[in-house]
């Protein structure tokens, strides 16, 4: 009866059908023990079987990535080499911060991947339940569950949303909310033992609380690349792409001053369309092969459209980020 005046029940069930299927697919099978909250939060779980990011695909961050694995990955994949000193434990908390599309996030999936941990990638949206006391028990559940499965990394992406500085107009639940997830958080600290590790994203670190940084040594930046490190992406981004003998990536990278990964991608897929664009004007609307199942004429039809094709040329990428550089200079002059 209670359940059925639940107004969440719906939800809790949803999230707990999701969360059987995930731990199964991890080899979990205990789920019994699971709170209901717990299998709320369990939902959010990603296999890191599934994490396409490797560091290979990660370009221009190759000092940030031997640092992150030197200090966050050895310990727990090499838990045997630190047993006789409490100083080499891996952090209980990572702080990635810089500017957006810089490869923070790419980072945080990477690091899961490769050390192998349970990866809760949390929607702080999901603790903040309109029910009074809700919330904590979802707090809890976070650092419960994690300890349940882990090795576990806790992912908070922009996590400054979350965990900013406390102020005297924050709502009573919400400071409660933030004091308990601070509370179980130094818990970790406490055993030595446990793998637990919440790693956290932001391109505004000074909006955190001090308290949130206290728990978070392992302080990483992920700044704007340099031409170097954008050539790098640029290599990366255009790996496997039809391109001209002409294409310079040096000159691209050093005309796109300013740009993250995230724009640099943005920049190719531009340049990229240019050809298609092309095609279309010089024989009209494209077929859509999208539609299954595709006949024997279809797949000749889109094999003979892929062959005809021209590569991508310098001039295509050179038009992109002219485009984009003036794109940017308009964004900019409207913060003015």
Not at 5 to 22: G, S
Request: hydrophobic share 40%; charged share 30%; proline share 4%.
């Amino acid at each position: 009866m209670m359940k059925q005046l639940d107004p969440t029940n719906n939800q809790k069930k949803k999230a707990a059908a999701k969360a059987q299927e995930m731990l199964g697919r991890l080899g979990l099978t205990q789920t019994k023990d699971l709170t209901e909250y717990e299998m709320m939060i369990a939902s959010h779980l990603v296999d890191p079987a599934e994490i396409r990011v490797t560091w290979e695909s990660i370009g221009g961050l190759g000092s940030i990535i031997q640092d992150v694995k030197e200090t966050v990955i050895l310990p727990i994949k090499r838990k045997d080499l630190f047993t006789d000193s409490h100083l080499t434990q891996p952090p209980k908390g990572v702080l990635l911060h810089g500017p957006p599309g810089c490869g923070k996030t790419m980072i945080a999936k990477a690091t899961a991947k490769e050390a192998g941990c349970r990866f809760i990638n949390l929607d702080v949206s999901i603790l903040t339940d309109k029910w009074y006391g809700e919330s904590q028990k979802l707090a809890s559940a976070v650092f419960t569950l994690a300890v349940k499965i882990q090795p576990c990394i806790i992912f908070i992406d922009e996590i400054d949303s979350f965990l900013r500085n406390r102020n005297i107009q924050d709502h009573e639940a919400t400071a409660m909310m933030k004091a308990q997830f601070m509370t179980l958080w130094d818990g970790l600290n406490t055993d030595s033992s446990c793998t637990v590790i919440v790693m956290g994203a932001t391109n505004r670190p000074h909006d955190l609380d001090k308290a949130i940084l206290r728990r978070m040594p392992a302080s990483f930046q992920v700044p704007m690349p340099n031409v170097a490190q954008r050539k790098d992406i640029l290599k990366l981004i255009m790996q496997g792409e039809p391109m001209r003998a002409n294409v310079d990536l040096d000159k691209i990278a050093a005309g796109a001053e300013g740009m993250s990964g995230s724009d640099l991608k943005e920049l190719c897929r531009h340049a990229s369309m240019y050809r298609v664009r092309e095609f279309m004007k010089a024989n009209g609307d494209l077929k859509d092969f999208s539609s299954r199942p595709s006949s024997s004429k279809d797949v000749e039809e889109k094999e003979e459209f892929e062959d005809k094709l021209r590569p991508i040329t310098h001039d295509d990428l050179k038009r992109s980020l002219d485009k984009m550089r003036e794109s940017k200079v308009k964004t900019s002059s409207l913060g003015d």
